[in-house]
């Protein structure tokens, strides 16, 4: 099993900046790729930033290249999601996600959202 905790979130006025963090814990196979989704109330879950831990490498969605930088720190268990420049389309709950297939990461990059385990979410508001 995989916990996923997120904090971070909060209210923001267009242009502004939000760092999200979330801790991780469980088996360490079953998230190998870690990233983030969001869900907006009456949309579906979209996949916006993914990171495969042992290779590094980064993938987006095309709604947020440019603006979301999503990083990790293997020996804290932590993955953060850098977002600049925030719309008041960005606005959503926002979530920590794990799976243990690289495919998971890959569908970030067409802003899917198939991941196994997630947390519980953090709000992210944005206001013009």
């Known amino acids: 099993q995989v916990q996923l905790v997120e904090s971070g979130g909060g209210s923001v006025q267009a242009g502004g900046s939000l760092r999200l963090a979330c801790v991780a814990s469980?088996?360490?196979?079953?998230?190998?790729?870690m990233g983030w989704f969001r869900q907006a109330p009456g949309k579906e879950r979209e996949g916006v930033a993914a990171?495969?831990?042992?290779?590094?490498?980064?993938y987006y969605a095309d709604s947020v290249k440019g603006r979301f930088t999503i990083s990790q720190d293997n020996a804290k268990n932590m993955v953060y999601l850098q977002m600049n420049s925030l719309k008041p389309e960005d606005t959503a709950m926002y979530y920590c996600?794990?799976?243990?297939?690289?495919?998971?990461?890959?569908?970030?990059?067409?802003?899917?959202?198939?991941?196994?385990?997630r947390g519980q979410g953090t709000q992210v508001t944005v206001f013009s």
């Open positions: 469980g088996y360490t196979m079953s998230r190998k790729c």
């Open positions: 996600a794990a799976d243990a297939d690289f495919g998971s990461c890959l569908a970030v990059n067409l802003g899917r959202a198939e991941f196994e385990f």
């Open positions: 990171v495969y831990t042992t290779t590094s490498s980064t």
